[in-house]
């Protein structure tokens, strides 16, 4: 049992008495409450309209269908990611173009995205890692440039910021997910939102089996919708929203103050143009064996992560597919030394403290084992 999680979701009786509610009201499945949420949460964004669906996975693939993206299309996406942001594109019947990403933040690198534009591409999807911002102004320019669409992979960075705009209001269309871990959460469960109705309507189309109206279906759809549970949890989440990511970064600038001398190891950055809201705390252990320092820090009782163990295209699924022997020092090198620390709301001062000092006794102790 671990003294300090890596992830505490904080659930209170805001939460439980909206459960209780919707219970009470015996609408369970899709609706006025799903509708409500749908509304705060793109307001929140800066955008139009909204449309929550099951997962975040979905929202990234209903969000791609709704763009018309499928067979014969390439989809942009960076090489050091989760695996579903390309595994959707698989999903839609496109293909996957993998791209660097930067060492400092982990997000996609402009540049290199530039350099893998073809005649076939139809998007690229920028990924907010670990809750730092990608570069969507450069981005958005990129793609309004070339005539591609701009997809915000938002999944891990609810409320986070980008040249004093809210990501998720920067791209053609984004996704959120609400999964148990993330900023905010609704156990499971996604939102497509964006500035074009028109997309909107179709992801609501796509989500309820493609209907228009009471047993009349127009396109090919599914049953991916949000329940009213979820719902009601995520609008209570959405309040406290704003003071949860303060915490976070409270608790990350501590950790950053306490970790600051050690050597061996990279800090978290935050851009000048970018709010961070550290959905996790990644270092980079660059002087020491990561995975030494990881059974080092579960051994003193604290939940650490490894986000993620390989570049995408060193996964097997895509080997399978080809993507192998391609190149990607920078995502192949994250993978081998990026650990996320606690950096969660519920920690105390205590808890950070006891944190710092125990990675800085696994760092000398892998060190030397190491050496």
């Known amino acids: ?28 499945a899709h609706g006025p409450e799903v509708e409500a949420f749908e509304k705060e949460f793109a307001q929140y964004i800066g955008v139009e309209e909204g449309a929550a669906v099951s997962n975040g996975t979905v929202a990234l693939v209903l969000a791609m269908k709704a763009l018309g993206i499928g067979p014969g299309d390439e989809v942009i996406v ?6 579903s942001t390309a595994t959707s594109v698989l999903m839609v019947g496109a293909k996957p173009v993998f791209a660097e990403v930067e060492w400092d933040t982990f997000n996609i690198s402009v540049e290199d995205v530039a350099k893998r534009i073809s005649s076939r591409t ?10 730092h911002p990608a570069d969507v102004k450069a981005l958005r320019e990129l793609a309004d440039d070339k005539g591609i669409y701009l997809i915000e992979d938002a999944a891990q960075a609810h409320g986070a910021e ?10 053609h269309v984004a996704i959120f997910s609400f999964y148990a871990t993330k900023n905010m959460t609704t156990g499971e469960g996604g939102i497509v939102v964006s500035n074009d109705r028109e997309v909107i309507r179709r992801v609501k189309l796509l989500r309820n089996h493609g209907q228009v109206s009471r047993y009349v279906h127009e396109v090919l759809g599914g049953n991916y919708r949000m329940t009213s549970f ?3 949890i995520g609008r209570q989440q959405l309040k406290k929203l704003d003071a949860m990511n303060e915490s976070r970064r409270r608790n990350a600038f501590k950790l950053s103050r306490r970790l600051g001398e050690l050597r061996g190891i990279e800090l978290p950055v935050e851009r000048s143009w970018a709010k961070h809201v550290y959905h996790l705390y990644a270092v980079k252990i660059v002087e020491a064996d990561r995975d030494c320092v990881r059974r080092c820090m579960v051994e003193r009782g604290i939940e650490v992560g490894v986000h993620y163990p390989m570049a995408l295209t060193e996964q097997p699924l895509f080997r399978k597919l080809g993507y192998g ?3 990607y020092p920078v995502s192949k090198r994250l993978s081998r030394v990026e650990l996320s620390l606690p950096v969660h709301p519920g920690l105390s001062d205590e808890d950070i403290e006891y944190i710092a000092s125990s990675l800085r006794q696994c760092l000398d102790r892998c060190r030397h084992e190491e050496g």
Do not use: C
């Open 230 to 232: 979820q719902a009601a």
């Open 1 to 28: 049992m671990y003294k300090i999680k890596l992830f505490d979701p904080q659930i209170g009786d805001d939460e439980v008495e909206a459960v209780a509610r919707v219970l009470r009201s015996k609408w369970l």
């Open 78 to 83: 960076p090489n050091y990611t989760f695996v």
């Open 122 to 131: 139809k998007a690229v999807v920028a990924v907010h890692l670990f809750g």
């Open 325 to 327: 022997d391609l190149e």
């Open 162 to 171: 980008a040249y004093g705009r809210k990501v998720g209001s920067w791209g």
